[in-house]
């Protein structure tokens, strides 16, 4: 059963749990999962249940709950007399996560270039625009919108359910990455410019060519993160 929501001056009420019939630790997660990977929470800063009690209107055992949740996706971790703290992704982190995500997101394209109808390489055009204009506007939140958006279609088209599924355990740590690339005023040009390279060979349905470039463009993503990630 949800706990109750009160009402406490202070506090940001967009970020309480409310009454659904999510399970109660569901709903905490996710909260904190937002909270971590929109920048709230910084990679290293210590999680005080206290604290997190207050964020969400709930009780200690349902965020203890939520925070063990967390920690097998790979965003938090306990350490020993200290508690729970936001985990630090490692140069050696992002690059296992770049080279899957290079693997899985090139034959996604590969498959989206042979498989995908008419309509959904027009929807895929209408995102890289909607990317452009959110680039436009240097605003974070806006570019990740429409990245997430860009990639919904991708895989949607792509005819292979396994391909999100295997990348979904993977999507808040990519986010978190995808933060450090943004954050080079360099990197947006050049990634625009690479997903203009991989929609060109989708319209022209060249399925080697959209894997190739695709690759590329995750290898790039990479380069720029793990330089951003040097101590």
Do not use: W
């Amino acid at each position: 059963m949800s706990e109750p929501v009160q009402k406490k001056q202070g506090v940001d009420m967009s970020m309480r749990v409310v009454v659904t019939p999510a399970p109660v630790r569901r709903q905490v997660a996710e909260i904190i999962r937002t909270a971590i990977t929109s920048g709230r929470f910084a990679p290293g800063q210590r999680l005080i249940e206290k604290d997190l009690c207050e964020l969400t209107g709930v009780s200690r055992p349902s965020v203890r709950e939520a925070l063990r949740q967390l920690e097998t996706d790979g965003l938090i971790e306990v350490i020993p007399h200290k508690g729970p703290s936001v985990a630090r992704l490692t140069r050696e982190d992002a690059a296992g996560i770049y080279q899957v995500r290079g693997a899985l997101e090139a034959l996604a394209a590969q498959s989206f270039a042979s498989v995908a109808t008419d309509a959904e390489v027009a929807q895929l055009r209408n995102a890289v625009t909607a990317l452009k204009a959110a680039y436009g506007t240097e605003d974070v939140e806006q570019i990740l919108v429409a990245k997430h958006a860009f990639y919904q279609i991708l895989f949607a088209g792509a005819g292979n359910p396994t391909i999100p599924a295997l990348l979904r355990t993977l999507t808040d740590r990519i986010t978190l990455l995808r933060r450090v690339t943004l954050s080079s005023p360099q990197r947006g040009a050049a990634s625009l410019a690479e997903i203009d390279v991989i929609l060109d060979a989708i319209e022209r349905r060249d399925a080697a060519a959209a894997h190739a470039a695709t690759l590329h463009h995750i290898n790039e993503a990479s380069k720029s993160a793990l330089q951003a990630l040097d101590p």
